[in-house]
């Protein structure tokens, strides 16, 4: 028997240049003009960490486009140094909630450009802007567009070990599930059930319109989305006022994983470009999130885990946001280890690593968006850092199975981990980026036989 996705099973890409002429064709059909919307019947917009992974997907043909997706993303930054995880440049009816449920639009006057959305996204601009500035071609326009995010992202940078970080100790705190990217993950579930959903006006979504609901949120989460959402709005969205105000007040692993990437890939930055008076403070938020790290580590499951700061303990969920410590860097080798004999086990149990929550839990849910199936840029990330630490085998695996549900089933938002089944939004910006920036270096030959599709 062929299993599915390995060559001479059925492919809907069987030869891989052809996969990579596709991607290229999804994020040009997806273009707004210097930014990338997800996919535009899902998320008609501009989403934060979606732009950062896009542009090392522009990059691989079109420098120039690659440095506007990330200058793009600033438009909407706020004047106290936040970068919305949604800038709405052009109105569009097709996505709930939109810029009036929001509210943000007169926050600032006219210091805010765009409509934004009101909370951020996991913070990839300095690891991404770092990256693409190494690898340029044209070094002038890199040195040029560096130059002009730097302030920026230190700002945004700022604002997460300010506003987020009242205790100054490293324990970085997101206030929403749409903040870690994993908006229905298991680590949410406990936290999410304090949130109040009485007196919640009426309310349409409208992913439902375009996506299978068993690979959707439930109805029980979408309320509570919205009603962190109004209690942030009702107190203007000031950072300390919303900070104490929410009964979600969680520290993502991922968020602090993916923040001392940032950091220490913004102090390279600050070193080369010259802003040295910069190097303390990047240093001490270096300090504190190695620290933050540690408290994070839970010996007995031999992971990283997120953790609750209202009723102070871990999430009793491992999530794929729990590997992400190896992109972070600096993991101790015996913790490399013991985190590998963890997706070890998982690998047994999904043939294209790494699901989104724990396979040998009942919970595990293969089809549901962040409770069971795989993700393109999750696995880059977690990839690129088992690199880092040595141990290429395992980063090979998750690139070369990505590949594969990518040749297999196309350019879906998201994977199941047991078939490979494409999910969620067709033609979607990222999954393609990840293909053309990194999957595709890892995916088989060209596949010859009768049985191709
Ligand atoms: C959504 O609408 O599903 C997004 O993930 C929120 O940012």
């Known amino acids: 028997m062929v299993e599915a996705g390995t060559p001479g099973a059925s492919w809907r890409f069987s030869d891989p240049e052809d996969c990579t002429k596709e991607a290229q064709r999804v994020l040009r059909q997806n273009d707004r003009g210097g930014y990338t919307v997800p996919t535009p019947n899902i998320y008609p917009f501009q989403w934060n960490w979606d732009s950062c992974l896009v542009a090392l997907g522009w990059v691989t043909f079109d420098e120039t486009r690659a440095w506007q997706e990330i200058e793009s993303l600033f438009i909407g930054q706020w004047p106290d140094g936040m970068v919305p995880h949604i800038v709405f440049h052009r109105d569009d009816p097709g996505y709930f909630p939109g810029p009036d449920i929001w509210g943000t639009a007169s926050l600032w006057g006219d210091r805010l450009a765009v409509p934004t959305s009101g909370i951020s996204d996991p913070p990839l601009a300095a690891t991404i802007a770092l990256k693409l500035w190494r690898g340029a071609r044209d070094q002038q326009q890199a040195k040029a567009a560096v130059e002009r995010l730097y302030p920026k ?9 300010t506003a987020r970080d009242p205790a100054q100790d490293g324990m970085v705190a997101i206030l929403h599930p749409w903040e870690s990217g994993r908006d229905n993950s298991q680590d949410w579930d406990a936290a999410l059930s ?20 068993a690979q959707r949120p439930r109805k029980e989460q979408y309320e509570r989305y919205l009603s962190l959402i109004l209690t942030f709005r009702g107190k203007g969205y000031e950072p300390k006022a919303i900070y104490e105000a929410s009964p979600f007040r969680m520290v993502d692993i991922g968020t602090v994983a993916i923040l001392l990437r940032a950091d220490r890939d913004l102090r390279v930055l600050a070193e080369t470009l010259g802003y040295r008076e910069d190097l303390v ?4 938020w270096i300090a504190r999130g190695e620290s933050a790290l540690d408290r994070l580590w839970d010996e007995t499951a031999g992971v990283f885990r997120s953790y609750d700061l209202i009723s102070g303990g871990f999430t009793d969920a491992i999530t794929s946001a729990s590997f992400l410590p190896f992109y972070g860097g600096g993991v101790k080798p015996e913790r490399c280890t013991r985190m590998v004999e963890v997706l070890e086990r998982w ?9 989104s929550f724990d396979p040998g839990d009942q919970r595990f849910d293969s089809l549901r968006y962040w409770r069971g199936p795989t993700w393109a840029i999750v696995n880059h990330m977690i990839a690129e850092g088992l690199t880092g630490c040595g141990h290429e085998g395992w980063a090979a695996r998750i690139a070369g199975a990505t590949a594969r549900a990518i040749r297999q089933s196309g350019f879906w938002e998201y994977f199941d981990p047991i078939t490979g089944r494409g999910l969620g939004g067709d033609d979607f910006t990222w999954t393609a980026a990840m293909w053309l920036a990194w999957a595709r270096d890892f995916s088989p030959p060209n596949d010859s036989s009768e049985d191709a599709a």
Do not use: C, M, N
């Not at 690998?347 to 699901?355: F, L, N, R």
């Open 153 to 161: 992202i230190a700002a945004w940078h700022r604002w997460f070990h």
């Open 281 to 284: 403070e990047i240093d001490r």
């Open 347 to 355: 690998g047994t149990q999904s043939s294209y690593p790494v699901p």
């Open 194 to 213: 304090r949130v109040p959903t009485d007196d919640l006006p009426p309310f349409q979504r409208r992913d439902l319109d375009r996506v299978d609901a």
